[in-house]
């Protein structure tokens, strides 16, 4: 157990003893979740803005909102959805110290993630051809930029996940390098979980 | 033992958020976000495929009582701006 975990322990009624729980512990690195929450702050402005300038032209962004496709938004969700899965059961495995077990999944997740970018750069490409751009309307604007961003961190996260698979190459891990897996696998799960809140924004309310 | 058990749980939630991801899909696309109680279903629906992404693949249902919070804190924080700013649409 590191140091940073603890077991928390209650007393049974009665006068039982003590009974154990699932150990208490910070996942992966402190630091990450001080980068994670920070990131899911400035995106909560994101989400904030828009909505907020939705609900004073409600009519232009529906109108809009029309141009995109949700089967195409749909089908990212359900890639970073099951790329999320993949590298969790990936990060389950290399702690268990099955490290091929975890090559396997964590390379699943990665194609999940290369497909997110190819879809998503298909769908620009038509969106581009239709002649909407980041100029052309203020749905357009907020919609390009936040997507863009988020394609940057899924661009890092693909990276993050090419370290894990590196790393899973080798025969053993040291505690350390199985907290980094779960610190990678983290922020892979970040970049899921924005993009489930800019589906329901961009796609399905429009 | 404890491996396959994590991992029955995990692919529960991703059936989960996979559900919920078309449902949504579905009911955008059947009844439009014009309503106002279809968009606040819309964005309740969202947060918690975020809080179960935060909970279980994340790993925040192990994590202490401040860091959990903290995230929670988020979660309800977000969805009740979201909330407020779609109860504002002009008619």
């Known amino acids: 157990m590191t140091a940073r975990s603890q077991v928390t322990a209650l007393a049974l009624p009665g006068g039982a003893g003590p009974r154990t729980q699932a150990p208490r512990r ?8 001080v980068f994670v929450l920070g990131d899911m702050t400035v995106f909560a402005l994101f989400f904030a803005t828009f909505m907020y300038s939705r609900g004073k032209n409600p009519h232009a962004f529906s109108q809009d909102h029309h141009s995109l496709d949700v089967a195409l938004g749909t089908t990212n969700t359900i890639l970073l959805l099951s790329s999320s899965l993949f590298v969790a059961l990936g990060v389950t495995r290399i ?15 990665l194609g999940c993630g290369v497909g997110f970018v190819v879809v998503k750069t298909v769908e620009w490409s038509h969106l581009f051809l239709a002649g909407k751009s980041v100029g052309s309307s203020e749905y357009f604007s907020y919609y390009f930029m936040f997507t863009g961003i988020h394609l940057a961190h899924v661009l890092v996260g693909a990276a ?47 | 033992m404890t491996s396959v058990t994590t991992g029955r749980r995990l692919t529960m939630v991703w059936l989960v958020l996979l559900a919920a991801t078309c ?6 696309a059947e009844f439009g976000a014009g309503s106002r109680s279809v968009a606040t279903i819309v964005i309740a629906v969202a947060l ?25 804190g988020y979660v309800l924080v977000v969805f009740v701006t979201l909330t407020v700013l779609n109860a504002s649409v002009r008619p």
Request: charged share 20%; aromatic share 12%; net charge positive.
């Open chain 1, 26 to 33: 910070v996942p992966g690195e402190d630091g990450i979740w």
């Open chain 2, 23 to 28: 449902g949504s899909s579905l009911v955008g």
């Open chain 2, 48 to 72: 918690f495929k975020l809080r179960l992404i935060g909970i279980y693949f994340m790993e925040l249902r192990v994590a202490p009582p401040p860091l959990r919070l903290l995230f929670e």
């Open chain 1, 95 to 109: 702690r268990a110290g099955n490290h091929r077990g975890g090559f396997g999944l964590c390379v699943t997740a």
């Open chain 1, 160 to 206: 993050v996940l090419c370290r894990l698979i590196w790393m899973t190459r080798q025969s053993e891990s040291s505690e350390r390098q199985r907290t980094l897996c779960e610190t990678g696998g983290i922020f892979w799960h970040m970049v899921d979980l924005l993009w489930v809140v800019l589906f329901a924004l961009f796609y399905v309310l429009g």
